[in-house]
């Protein structure tokens, strides 16, 4: 093994032109890829941020007394569905809802105390956001509960797009895979091509395929490695300074929190290139060297 990666390398700098085009054709590949995975995961991370922010709120009767308040609590919470609940009294609901009214708050002034025309709740999170309808179901039954609201419109449609941007995010990676994987199987090609009188030479002194094979199979990793390295750092840098532009306040939009963390991206994405790379780059090779031991 190691008298194979040592020629590996003797390899690879003695075709040196051939193997930097081999190494920028898997940068190219992976950055376009790259950038394509950044938005997916950006996508999916804000998505299942504001899933895991939907809630029930279960609205009280006025008349409910502290027994009942209890008893709707401990039958929400045996509820396998049930995340959290927390207790949201009347003049909690009135305070937070000023706050919606901002400088404007001063418009609910003379509504606190007896006057006060909001109910108390339970904010309700679950478990799994695709079973609020359940959860729903469940809540709106127990005695003493006035009413139940969960925004059931905007859940489902978040819930479809959701479903739409996974598949869609799936049928692009396979196409820019399939193109990626072309686009270095050729270059690769052509450095298979360089050396086709030494598989020859090889094959006639009795050779076996993949003896003949097995170098150009580390070859290829090697190249792959090196190339998902480059692209792993471009991406890395580049994500590192749009965050920090968007954070900074560069693009006028407070959507900083909603950005992935570049640790959170950087380690999906160095995971997946590592074995990526590896994988194109021996497939490359394995495809290109075919034609040339068939002697």
Do not use: H
């Not at 509504?111 to 006060?116: A, D, H, Q, S, T």
């Not at 580390?218 to 471009?234: F, P, W, Y």
Request: charged share 20%.
């Amino acid at each position: 093994m190691k008298v194979f990666i040592r020629d590996s390398f003797q390899n690879i700098k003695r075709n040196s032109l051939m193997s930097v085009a081999s190494i920028l054709s898997v940068v190219a590949a992976l950055i376009i890829i790259g950038v394509f995975l950044v938005f997916a995961l950006n996508l999916n991370f804000m998505t299942n941020e504001i899933e895991n922010n939907l809630e029930l709120k279960v609205y009280l009767n006025d008349d409910v007394t502290d027994k009942q308040r209890s008893d709707i609590k401990s039958a929400i919470q045996s509820n396998s569905l049930c995340k959290s609940i927390t207790f949201e009294s009347k003049d909690d609901a009135l305070t937070n809802f000023k706050q919606d009214f901002g400088e404007k708050s001063y418009l609910l002034n003379g509504y606190e105390g007896k006057n006060n025309p909001l109910p108390a709740s339970f904010i309700v999170k679950v478990t799994d956001s695709t079973k609020l309808k359940n959860m729903y179901d469940f809540s709106k039954n127990i005695e003493g509960v006035k009413d139940v609201v969960y925004g059931e419109e905007v859940v489902d449609n978040l819930l479809k797009f959701n479903d739409m941007a996974s598949v869609a995010c799936i049928v692009i990676f396979i196409v820019l895979s399939i193109v990626s994987i072309f686009i270095i199987y050729n270059t690769i090609k052509l450095t298979v091509y360089a050396r086709r009188n030494d598989i020859t030479v090889m094959k006639y002194v009795g050779a076996t395929d993949w003896y003949i094979r097995f170098p150009f199979l580390i070859e290829g990793s090697i190249l792959g490695l090196l190339g998902s390295s480059v692209a792993i750092l471009i991406i890395r840098n580049i994500y590192y300074y749009v965050v920090g532009f968007i954070q900074g306040g560069g693009t006028g939009l407070s959507v900083g929190s909603s950005i992935a963390p570049p640790g959170f991206i950087m380690g999906e994405v160095t995971l997946l290139f590592i074995i990526y790379g590896i994988i194109i780059g021996a497939a490359g090779s394995a495809f290109s060297i075919r034609k040339f031991l068939d002697v």
